[in-house]
């Protein structure tokens, strides 16, 4: 299996850096593309001294100069990739190109005087996040500011769709939804290349990315952006996580079958609860109890169980019912208590009472 900090010259040019990351995915993929004028860095990864030294190292075996980079193109806004973009420009004078969709998310999550992070917190609590475990998801959060700064001074929005010339081809821009707002995939055509970021993954799904204020029904969105992806003719494709891999095709429809059998083991263990469940006694029946003691972990986790419990609830399959809440979560959310259990139609169809009991 392949390690953090190493790296791989592909037949194409391109060099895979596995820059490392301080948490299970243990790294992320940039690539480094050569050009006519120098190179262009898809993703550098997320701000950590073991990233810094990592391409330092990589562009000195290279024989890579920091004013050799030209361009440094961004899927998304999340951390692992977009992390080190104002780091990297500062050595290197390059433009950050990204969609003006993550830029705006970049600023709303981790700009001066944000309030994400408790909005977040507020929402989680809603949904059932025990009091307990707050203060280490508020650390978590506010940990994740350093992983991202510097931001990027000069940025040049790409648009989907309007193709971007970079690492020697013309790009198209593919919006996906979903995972993170605003993520762009680029595919050559000609060639049937596709980096595809975080949008499709080899061996492991791209998390579920529901956010408060944002796209009610991400999961959805995921759904449909797969739908549009499908028929794209690629040879290969570069993704986030893990290795190049081919038969795009067949991951795409491996993933929505993914999210068919999670969406139905959850309207199950909702018909086998017995009573209305929160997100976070769903996620718990998941992912297990053990995610209490990783708040990264248990970030993602719960925002992939609201996720499906939305989308279910759009499908009929589970309603909401909100509950009057406990002083503490009244005094920080100021809103009920969000629970779920099997909707009308479904209740009717297994016969069984709304309080769970047989009919």
């Known amino acids: ?156 929005l790409v648009e989907a769709g309007a193709p971007l010339a970079f690492g020697g081809a013309s790009w198209t821009p593919i919006a996906g939804e979903g995972h993170a707002p605003g993520h762009l995939s680029y595919y050559d055509e000609a060639r049937g290349l596709l980096l595809c970021g975080d949008q499709v993954l080899p061996d492991i799904t791209p998390n579920i990315g529901w956010m408060p204020d944002a796209d009610p029904d991400p999961l959805g969105a995921f759904l449909d952006s797969l739908e549009a992806l499908r028929p794209l003719e690629v040879a290969r494709a570069y993704p986030g996580h893990r290795d190049p891999f081919d038969r795009f095709g067949e991951r795409v429809e491996a993933i929505v079958a993914h999210h068919e059998r999670r969406l139905r083991r959850m309207a199950e263990l909702a018909a086998e609860a ?20 990783n708040a990264h972990n248990l970030r993602f986790a719960m925002a992939e169980t609201i996720a499906h419990l939305v989308r279910l609830e759009r499908s009929g399959r589970v309603e909401r019912v909100e509950e009057s809440a406990d002083g503490a979560v009244r005094q920080a959310v100021g809103k009920p208590l969000i629970r779920f259990r099997p909707s009308e139609d479904m209740r009717q169809a297994v016969g069984t009472k709304a309080d769970g009991t047989t009919a």
């Open 1 to 156: 299996m392949s390690e953090a900090g190493t790296w791989t010259r592909h037949e194409n040019g391109w060099v895979q850096l596995r820059v490392p990351l301080p948490f299970s995915l243990k790294w992320v993929n940039s690539y480094v593309l050569p050009d006519g004028a120098g190179y262009s860095v898809v993703d550098p990864g997320l701000r950590s001294a073991d990233a810094e030294a990592c391409w330092e190292a990589a562009l000195g075996a290279l024989g890579i100069g920091w004013r050799d980079v030209t361009g440094i193109v961004l899927t998304h806004h999340h951390p692992d990739h977009y992390g080190l973009s104002g780091w990297m420009q500062e050595r290197t004078g390059a433009s950050v190109y990204l969609s003006a969709e993550a830029r705006v998310y970049a600023e709303k999550l981790w700009g001066e005087g944000e309030t994400f992070s408790d909005e977040l917190i507020a929402a989680f609590r809603s949904y059932g996040l025990p009091e307990k475990l707050v203060p280490a998801m508020q650390a978590h959060l506010e940990g994740v500011k350093a992983q991202v700064n510097p931001p990027p001074r000069e940025v040049r």
């Open 274 to 293: 017995g009573e209305p469940l929160s997100a976070f006694e769903m996620c718990e029946r998941l992912f297990g109890a053990r995610l209490q003691g």
